[in-house]
Nanobody, 124 residues
Framework: VQLQASGGGLVQAGGSLRLSCVGS????????MGWFRQAPGKERSLVAL????????YVANSVKGRFTISRDNAKNTVYLQLNSLKPEDTAIYYC??????????????????WGQGTLVTVSS
C-alpha cells in the first residue's frame, strides 16, 4: 500500500480542515487506517483509527468530539475531519496502514505503511 496525504494548511484557532489520504494497492480496502501526528520535539502519537469497513473507529481523548475519521473504499481514501482546532493541534499529520486484525495499537512501529505527512498549523 502506498499512501499520499494532503489537506493540511494554516488555520486560525476554532477553524476546520479536512485531511485526505489516498491509497494505492489492492490491500487498501482490507487495511486498518490511522492518522498519527507529530509536533516539534514530541513523539509521534495516534490520533484516530478506522477498521477496514468503517465499523470500528477510535479517536484519542485529546481530540475526541473535535476530530472524526472516515473512509471511502471505493475511492481508496481515508479522511480526518478536524474541527474546533486549537494551537496545540499544530503538527505534521501522517496517515498509516496496517494489514493486522483490528486492534487499537498506539505504537507507530506496528503500522507497515506510511504517507509522507501533511502540516497543520493552527494560529491563536
Amino acid at each position: 500500500v502506498q499512501l499520499q496525504a494532503s489537506g493540511g494548511g494554516l488555520v486560525q484557532a476554532g477553524g476546520s480542515l479536512r485531511l485526505s489520504c489516498v491509497g494505492s494497492g489492492r490491500t487498501f480496502s482490507s487495511s486498518i487506517m490511522g492518522w498519527f501526528r507529530q509536533a516539534p520535539g514530541k513523539e509521534r502519537s495516534l490520533v484516530a483509527l478506522i477498521s477496514w469497513n468503517g465499523d470500528y473507529t477510535y479517536v484519542a481523548n485529546s481530540v475526541k468530539g473535535r476530530f472524526t475519521i472516515s473512509r471511502d473504499n471505493a475511492k481508496n481514501t481515508v479522511y480526518l475531519q478536524l474541527n474546533s482546532l486549537k494551537p496545540e493541534d499544530t503538527a505534521i499529520y501522517y496517515c498509516a496502514a496496517t494489514a493486522r486484525p483490528w486492534a487499537i495499537d498506539v505504537r507507530p512501529g506496528q503500522y507497515e505503511y506510511w504517507g509522507q505527512g501533511t502540516l497543520v498549523t493552527v494560529s491563536s
